[in-house]
């Protein structure tokens, strides 16, 4: 073999060696993730590894009962991405947690609602007065639970709030402890089956205090990681359109939702109500005015400029932030409507 040749050879290798090596970088890459049991497409992406294979990334999963602790451990550093409801993030905004909403999960319509036990005497909302209420605090349902006894005339001092995660409530409500919740699926589902919803998110929402659950980052990971966020929504939106688009015939042996029952808890047959009660919606509707787009004017800011004004007067923060459009990034939507 000359020595040209020998050099030649030489030089490959080198090529090949670094190649691989950069390869083995960016698929050992780790992001965590955190997510909720809200009955959603996301489920079946993450049970199949769709994102990890789009994307390269080694992602760690950490699935929380609220939003509240979502935020916490996000505000910690010890998650990079998270999903958690307008009510939490807000809250994390008006605290100046380094974050961004980068993706509205799901409009949260009637996916969430105030459920009252039978036999518990309350038939309209003034029976509501010295019941025993659950909610997750800070969260969605807390929100429009607050906002809810606003508008019928009711005060925190009227009603006993008990601040319970989703799997407590399900127990309590079990035991008899409590004489209504407000909360989501899998409990919703629960206890639907011993009670009577009294008002939904949908209404409440209609009424002026619109509610939704959304995607958000460290502004510093999605800076730094930019295409990564870009591909993760990106295959949210793909499994959002696959279920859209057999939503009349989804059933409870569809392997997306054996998946979302597997991840979120439940069965498979509650899947497909619970999801029904959602609107997941697609990168345009994301980026109209509705939501993300438009910027102090666009819909998701000024919901999470509206929870955080009630938040303040429910003394739940202690101060406003000037803007919170900036706490909404519409970029790596863009960044997927553009592709």
């Not at 909403?101 to 309209?124: F, H, P, R, T, Y």
């Amino acid at each position: 073999m000359n020595k040209l040749l020998k050099n030649k050879l030489a030089t490959t290798a080198a090529v090949l060696s670094t190649l691989l090596c950069s390869t083995n970088v960016l698929a050992a890459k780790e992001v965590t993730i955190g997510y909720q049991g809200m009955f959603n497409p996301m489920k079946y992406a993450i049970d199949q590894k769709m994102v990890e294979e789009k994307t390269g990334y080694e992602i760690k999963w950490r699935k929380f009962d609220s939003g509240a602790r979502a935020i916490t451990a996000m505000a910690a550093g010890a998650v990079d991405m998270t999903v958690a409801g307008s009510s939490p993030i807000a809250s994390a905004a008006s605290n100046g947690v380094d974050m961004e909403l980068v993706w509205v999960m799901e409009n949260i319509a009637d996916a969430e609602a105030l459920v009252v036990k039978n036999g518990s005497g309350i038939s309209s909302p003034a029976d509501l007065k010295g019941k025993r209420i659950a909610v997750p605090f800070v969260s969605t349902t807390h929100f429009h639970m607050l906002f809810a006894l606003e508008q019928f005339g009711l005060g925190e001092k009227d009603v006993k709030l008990i601040n319970m995660q989703p799997n407590a409530i399900m127990a309590a409500w079990q035991r008899g402890d409590i004489d209504g919740a407000f909360i989501w699926d899998p409990a919703l589902g629960s206890i639907k089956q011993d009670g009577s919803v009294l008002i939904t998110s949908k209404q409440l929402s209609a009424w002026g205090k619109p509610t939704f659950d959304g995607l958000i980052s460290s502004k510093t990971f999605a800076s730094e990681n930019s295409a990564f966020v870009t591909e993760f929504i990106s295959v949210i939106a793909d499994v959002d359109a696959q279920y859209r688009d057999n939503k009349e015939t989804f059933s409870p042996t569809d392997p997306m939702a054996v998946s979302v029952a597997k991840l979120a808890g439940g069965e498979a047959e509650g899947v497909v109500e619970a999801m029904s009660l959602y609107e997941f919606l697609d990168v345009d509707t994301q980026l109209s005015c509705q939501w993300l787009g438009c910027g102090v004017e666009g819909g998701a800011t000024q919901a999470l400029q509206a929870t955080s004004e009630f938040l303040l007067k429910e003394k739940k923060i202690s101060a406003l932030q000037p803007d919170y459009s900036v706490f909404v990034n519409p970029s790596y939507a863009e960044a997927l409507q553009a592709q």
